[in-house]
Nanobody, 126 residues
Framework: QLQLVESGGGLVQPGGSLRLSCTTS????????IGWFRQAPGKEREGVSC????????NYADSVKGRFTSSRDNAKNTVYLQMNNLKPEDTAVYYC???????????????????WGQGTQVTVSS
């Protein structure tokens, strides 16, 4: 009964914006760290951001700082990833994931997350 579902992906031109949603169920969202990851064909899954309501923290990969912003609506059990000024290299399948741990200076790694969504495709192309 612990589930995450991503939505909001699609095709956008360079410089455009998308907002991804991660809707969760089966757990209390504000007690969990939520991570966003992406994976392009032939590449390893890459951490994009992580956030924790209880810890009051959010962190971003250098490649997306200043362009992507994570937020959440605990009442709706939903986490958002606002992506602005998109670039072709942002093209990937985007995943959200949850774990029960807080994080310090670095986001948790892939192996630290307990629950994963199925992903949503983001394509940035002219």
């Amino acid at each position: 009964q612990l589930q995450l579902v991503e939505s909001g992906g699609g095709l956008v031109q360079p410089g455009g914006s998308l907002r991804l949603s991660c809707t969760t169920s089966g757990f209390t969202l504000n007690r969990y760290t939520i991570g966003w990851f992406r994976q392009a064909p032939g590449k390893e899954r890459e951490g994009v951001s992580c956030s924790s309501s209880m810890g009051g923290r959010a962190n971003y990969a250098d490649s997306v700082k200043g362009r992507f912003t994570s937020s959440r609506d605990n009442a709706k059990n939903t986490v958002y990833l606002q992506m602005n000024n998109l670039k072709p290299e942002d093209t990937a399948v985007y995943y959200c994931a949850a774990n029960r741990l807080l994080f310090g200076s670095n986001c948790p790694m892939v192996r630290d997350y307990d629950y994963w969504g199925q992903g949503t495709q983001v394509t940035v192309s002219s």
